[in-house]
């Protein structure tokens, strides 16, 4: 078995659009990346790369390469599930945390799970996704960023 961890965390802009775990959530504000900025699904595939050992997304998907501009991250995390199974991998579980202060999330959790297991080819059960915010402190709190950390446990295939 191996662990990894992930997190990353993008500036909440206008005139972007808010996409999370793959779904696109109706908010004001848009977060703010070379990609789509998907945090949660950054901060996972940081996690299933360093449970490989295989460094970050930034050392796989450098933001100065064009070929990135606006991606969707769910096709990034194919090319993840690649090295993880490459190396000899499947998912055990992933638990994620997203850091927002708004939108609530809780109802789109389910499409989340359902997008992020289609790509890691596992059972949605096999995710676990939560929010909290930090009580208006920081950042987040702010409303001037999210961020997303994950933890996934890695099984030989």
């Avoid at 096709?75 to 998912?91: A, D, H, P, T």
Wanted: net charge negative.
């Amino acid at each position: 078995m191996r662990i990894g961890i992930g997190y990353d965390v993008h500036r909440l802009v206008p005139e972007r659009k808010l996409i999370l775990g793959g779904v696109e959530i109706p908010h004001s504000m848009g977060l703010l990346g070379h990609s789509d900025a998907d945090v949660l699904t950054h901060a996972l595939m940081d996690a299933l790369l360093g449970a490989v050992g295989k460094g970050d997304i930034g050392r796989w998907f450098p933001d100065q390469d064009p070929r990135y501009a606006g991606i969707d991250s769910l096709l990034l995390l194919e090319q993840v599930m690649k090295i993880v199974k490459g190396e000899g991998y499947r998912i055990g579980n992933v638990d994620g945390v997203v850091i927002a202060q708004r939108p609530k999330l809780g109802g789109y959790f389910p499409r989340m799970r359902e997008n992020l297991a289609r790509v890691m080819e596992c059972d949605p059960t096999q995710i676990n996704l939560k929010a909290t915010t930090e009580e208006r402190l920081g950042f987040t709190g702010r409303e001037e960023g999210i961020a997303a950390e994950v933890v996934c446990l890695l099984e030989s295939a």
